[in-house]
């Protein structure tokens, strides 16, 4: 399938890279392809950002049948533009997909549109540490049509802008609470796959822990409220002694590309580096035992995220003196470094624009 | 707040009364009211039906922050139109609202606003045997923004169709699969209130079990898959013996407006009526002992569902060899009844339009 490119008449203003927030302002071109149940992904073009127009029956807004991506955009010090690991991206795309009934996309088709909207706003890729280009794909159900059951019609659309750091401390470390009452997923359910549907179950716990002073809740899972999931919209880790620990991917559990990017690096390197079952309390014992060394989030917008405090039930423990532990920065530094062209790709993770 | 009424110069093509299916079909005009921070609710408007303008970026997209209702006006022989327990809707939307960290709406002046969109569309409220106007009242989250947290603005829309029987089966007995891996909502998360998130995590196991000839699926807790929950867009009832159970509200339930008419008319009618847990097991052990007399689901959609036929891994049995229940019949009889203005409004049920 080609892919039509209409380039705006009117580009917008780019923000000054010291006044890059995340998520506000979006570059001035935008992907967009129909699905139809007769013509299947249809009429792909690049358009000027513009919007969307949609019936108020339209099948998203009522039953939210709808999942999204996100990955980034570096600029290299010598001007190229690399994408990481974005292949993994569609693929969990398309399981986003089959797990909410929406008509996969081809692979090297969704890869190509993503380059193609980059390269045409590449001027947008902001340059300076820890900035990029944010590129958000989603997929929606657009059929008018009031009534549980699978649209017949979707778009597939990517977004991109350009970001900053995405948590206001930088690398500094986050204060995380665990939540003790709410559920973000449970096995059985959307919490393996990116769907919108995951996000807004998260909402109250995530407003009630920053008005307790905290960035980010831990979840646990839904049915014993022991065991260790995630964090907002990152995948955690834990280095327990010699034991570098992340949850496994329980069913109810997102499958973090920078998670398994870490995975990856840690057994490169040697860690003793495990997928298993954790509870909070054997983090909190470990901790007591002064065994719990460092303890950090994993994600796309944030990459590596130290945690420097934990609360839990009222009981707060503090990571590192709060500080940002040497294996959390190595990983920073070498995940970063990959990104932006400074380290070598020894991994094959990088694909140009 | 007024409400500002701009009447269509196009009006629609009414389908015929044989005519209709349900959700498809929107009437002339829609209700939309926004909301931001400085303003509160705002600009209020009854408006031709018409497309609504989106940015990409508009947060219920992304992270499905968005809530909804759904209610009927009915046409009486003698020409009036009946809302049925408004107020009980309005009061579970702004349930919703809070779960969701959505402003709430004020209840008065929601129920205005249906009934006042309900009069300018009057002729859209179809007459005959199970026929109305179905009345869809969301509100979703409108701030172009990537990155999770509440938005900050919001509409408000109501529109209206006019509907047929939900199920083509009509009050005929329908199929139910007990779904035994996927779930829908577990305590904690979101299933007691109508969030749009609910529906996507419920559509796959509704899919297969659609392919396997079942209508819609039984829900079993999420925790142990033991204890029954609700059937797709219903809330259900077993009469074991002389006892009549519906699930108990157990945090991952909605809490149907007719499920609680139904409770309040069998009480009034003298029977032994319980919310409690009950398992699938139970169930089936009852059948085995002829015990199980009736199954039925409850909502606004159908009304009364009878259950004629249960599928639990593989075991299948026939409630009530396949018949609409005496139980059931005099539910629907009497609930359409008082819906349509020809049975007396003992319990001040019916609001007119
Ligand atoms: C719920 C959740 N968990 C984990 C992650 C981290 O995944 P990734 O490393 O692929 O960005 C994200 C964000 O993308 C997320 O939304
Ligand atoms: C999940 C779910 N359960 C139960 C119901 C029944 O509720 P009500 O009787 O208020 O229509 C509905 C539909 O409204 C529903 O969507």
Not at 31 to 41: H, L, N
Not at 117 to 127: F, Q
Not at 206 to 234: C, P, R
Not at 267 to 283: A, D, K, L, P, T
């Amino acid at each position: 399938m080609t892919i039509s490119v209409e380039r705006t008449k009117t580009p917008k203003q780019k923000p000054g890279t010291d006044q890059l927030v995340f998520g506000k302002v979006f570059s001035d071109h935008m992907f967009i392809c129909d699905y139809s149940p007769d013509k299947g992904w249809h009429n792909a073009r690049i358009v000027p950002y513009q919007n969307l127009s949609i019936d108020p029956s339209t099948m998203t807004l009522h039953y939210a049948q709808s999942i999204f991506e996100g990955l980034k955009a570096y600029k290299t010090k010598d001007g190229h533009v690399n994408l990481f690991r974005p292949r993994e991206n569609i693929k969990r795309l398309n399981a986003s997909c089959r797990r909410l009934c929406i008509p996969t996309v081809d692979e090297e088709f969704a890869l190509t549109a993503i380059k193609k909207l980059v390269d045409v706003d590449r001027d947008w890729i902001p340059e300076g540490d820890g900035t990029s280009l944010y590129i958000r794909p989603f997929i929606f159900a657009t059929e008018p049509h009031i009534g549980v059951r699978p649209s017949t019609t979707y778009s597939f659309v990517i977004i991109t802008g350009p970001v900053g750091a995405y948590y206001k401390e930088g690398i500094n470390p986050v204060k995380i609470y665990v939540e003790p009452n709410y559920v973000r997923a449970v096995r059985g359910g959307l919490g393996e796959i990116k769907a919108s549907a995951n996000y807004a179950a998260s909402l109250k716990a995530q407003v009630e822990a920053n008005e307790k002073g905290y960035t980010q809740v831990l979840w646990l899972d839904g049915v014993e409220k022991k065991y260790i999931e995630e964090v907002g919209t990152m995948n955690v880790f834990f280095i327990i002694g010699d034991e570098i620990v992340t949850p496994e991917l329980s069913g109810s559990i997102l499958p973090g590309i920078t998670r398994k990017s870490c995975i990856e690096l840690l057994r490169h390197w040697g860690y003793n580096m495990n997928e298993r079952r954790i509870s909070i309390q054997e983090v909190y014992e470990a901790h007591e035992k002064g065994l719990l060394k460092e303890v950090f989030g994993t994600g796309t917008a944030a990459v590596i995220s130290p945690v420097g405090e934990l609360c839990w039930n009222g009981n707060v423990i503090t990571i590192n003196n709060g500080k940002t532990g040497p294996i959390s920065q190595r990983l920073y530094d070498t995940l970063t470094g990959i990104q932006y062209g400074k380290l070598p790709d020894e991994f094959g993770w990088i694909e140009k624009v």
